[in-house]
């Protein structure tokens, strides 16, 4: 028998007690894009501030970088992890991370608006379930109580 959980639907066995994961992680490639869409650095901010709204997430701070000749990279730094972006103009690409904690995100509905936006013509996803830890679900807590560090 293996070490590791066995997976069923995103819950997961191990030992026979229920466990879930701390995140999801979604690997993006978007093939076929819009090359001036893409290396706009103000059009792809504005593409993935969009879809982290369009998911409910709660943005903390965006960071975007326009390389030259082209391409831009970015993160936006979610309460519930991060969504990311890397192009590259020259061969109609983009490479784009979801990261998120909990089940409130809805990662379809950025997914969706970004393929649309970007004009990509096709995409490829690949879902990895993130620290899948030997602990029972009613244990995982996605945010922890908040601790008051204004004590006298």
């Not at 997961?12 to 879930?20: A, D, E, T």
């Not at 869409?37 to 103000?42: A, E, K, Q, R, S």
């Not at 379930?129 to 995982?140: C, D, F, S, T």
Request: proline fraction near 4%.
């Amino acid at each position: 028998m293996s070490c590791y959980p066995e997976i069923t639907n995103s819950i997961f066995i191990s030992k026979g007690v229920l466990m879930k994961s701390l995140g999801n992680h979604l690997i993006i490639e978007l093939y076929d894009c819009k090359a001036d869409i893409i290396n706009d650095l103000h059009k792809v901010e504005d593409i993935l501030i969009e879809s982290v709204n369009l998911s409910g997430a709660e943005i903390i701070a965006p960071v975007f970088h326009k390389f030259n000749p082209h391409g831009v990279s970015g993160i936006i730094v979610i309460a519930e992890s991060h969504f990311s972006i890397h192009t590259w103009p020259e061969y109609g690409y983009c490479a784009v991370d979801i990261f998120t904690c909990g089940d409130a995100i809805d990662s379809e509905k950025a997914l969706t608006f970004m393929k649309k936006a970007f004009e990509a013509k096709s995409i490829s996803v690949v879902e990895t379930k993130r620290g899948i830890l030997n602990l029972p679900v009613e244990k995982i807590k996605y945010k922890p109580e908040q601790v008051n560090q204004n004590v006298a």
